[in-house]
């Protein structure tokens, strides 16, 4: 496929490194070996100071922690205080009521949040059409980091690391400043001590254009040299974003960036042209098009968010506000923090891990008793099991017993699935395999205009819905997402590769793929003419030994996260339930699985990669015979 990669990144053997390597705003960090994934776990310093980024929900980026010391150091006490950011002050007050209500005994004064506008004297008229600098900061005693940081990671609220650069350098010249010092002119602005970080915003001098698997485009801002820099010697990452914004963020671009992505999940924009050319075309017959199927769904039933888990939360929020609170059921085992917001946000949830007819018999029971529910969340198919739910199934006991179905679609890609028929609410990861390069966050939510409950979310949403997506972020996801069907059949293929050279090692016990799934008939009950079964596999190994060794000899990336254009490994149960290990075993994640996000790599070196791990197992043989 002309513009798609053709060989894997090089293996970044550094602990700690970005993932992709030299990316400021890589959303994976490199943990290399079985051993260093362990002492992750287990707050090894060896490995923890030498992180340089990591996960956006579980890892404060460098430059959000610079803007929220320099805030503390301007606005309280840095022996004793802490700051969160936050895009809007809507998230902020959320973030204070979770600290309040986790911790009663805490004086509620101890917590504040502090809203960051631009001042009117330094903006001058003609930038009205440019993004300004804004930011919500919750200052809370250091004591209370615990909790914030659970909020933090389950909700996905949090301000982005570009949007923290941006505020940082608008911060750091006076051009934002805390509201309340503008409300009361004469009150001097109460100061901690001297300013600190007076450095410029970086650009995201990422790996050159092409190195990630985006075919180019031909525009003058795209344009190199051949090396990743452009005739002046400007990273062509740092061109692009010059050219489009000059780090002034004009508004109107943005939002059709914005648009584009939408139109793009909609199914109705599938040509791999720039902006603003692409809101004008039409969709091509020819393409390998794939589209929603309900009628009366639009572009206007689309809405974007920070990221995936932030979609989620509100999809769960919207829901309780429109419908009342009433417990909910979370059907199949998940992604860890899927469960845990259905857990500490609303009434309580009931968990069927296993995904079986027997627990929708269960479910069925309860429903006939009586018992009323605001909804049932899964994923289609599951992360890492990759198992599929009977959404036939589910839809008809939901127009039954009155609850709503909401699906995580992100692991099947409406590229190779279309689940909108049976869920009223469908949400996605945008910062998987939809952007693909691993350098930015994003997600989005999509209702159902056929069913029920459509007319009084769209009414909550209407009241409710903040656009907290960073216009920044917002360009590089449409620009990474350009060629997304292109790379979607790619890795498909891919991946089915990669899950027959699995199935037929004596040393892997089982491995988890939808076409080998005994959920299979259920995913292709949802899967599209010209889809595919995805490309996240995970496989177990009989002996931990064995998934070691496998692990350690892996010349893949490796590090958390999935969807990204190069094949990225996990030894995901150590990483997402260290501390529940048997716990997550009863359902099938054994601590020797190993999760597999597959990428664009040709045939032969993917073949050579997982050859060469496989091959390395007999030497663990030997070793113990020893």
Known sequence: MPGLLATPLPWNQTVGDTVPPNTPHAVSVSLPTWKSNVAYEEGERWVLDKMQCGYPRFFIHKSIDRLATSIVQQQGDLETEKAMLFPTASCGRRCVEFLIQQNPGVDATSIRSLDFIPHPDKIPSASLKRVLPRATAVVYPKELWPTAKVFWQHTGEGMSSRHAEFCQKAFDDGSMVERSTLSQPNTPRLSKGPRRYQRPMSLDHGTPQDTNGHGGSTSQEDKSNGNGTTENGVPDSALFVEERFGRNLDITLAQNAKLAVRRRIAGSLTANVELPHSLETKPDENTNQRDREVPGFSVDDIYLYPMGMNAMFHAHRVLRTARGEMPSIMYGFPYVDTLKVLEKFGPGVTFYGYGSAEELDDLERRLQSGEKLLSLFCEFPSNPLLRTPDLKRIRALADRYDFAVVVDETIGNFLNINVLPYADVVFSSLTKIFSGDGNVMGGSMILNPQLPYYSKLKQVQETEYEDKMFEEDALYLERNSRDFILRTDRINVNAEIVANMLRAHPAVKQVHYPKYSPTKHFYDNCKLPN??????????????????????????????????????????????????????????????????????????????????????????DAALSK
Not at 532 to 541: A, I, M, N, P
Not at 574 to 591: K, R, V
Not at 598 to 603: Q, V, Y
Request: hydrophobic share 40%; aromatic share 14%.
């Open 531 to 620: 889809g595919g079964y995805g490309g996240l596999l995970s496989c177990t190994f009989h002996r931990m030994e064995d998934a070691q060794v496998f692990y350690d000899y892996l010349e893949t990336q490796k590090g958390p996260s999935l969807g990204t254009n190069f094949t990225l490994s996990s030894p995901f149960v150590i990483l997402a339930h260290y501390n529940e290990l048997d716990w997550a075993a009863q359902f099938g994640c054994e601590a020797t699985l190993v999760r597999f996000s597959i990428g664009l790599e040709d045939e032969v070196t993917i073949r050579k990669v997982f050859d060469y791990a496989l091959g390395a197992i007999p030497q663990a």
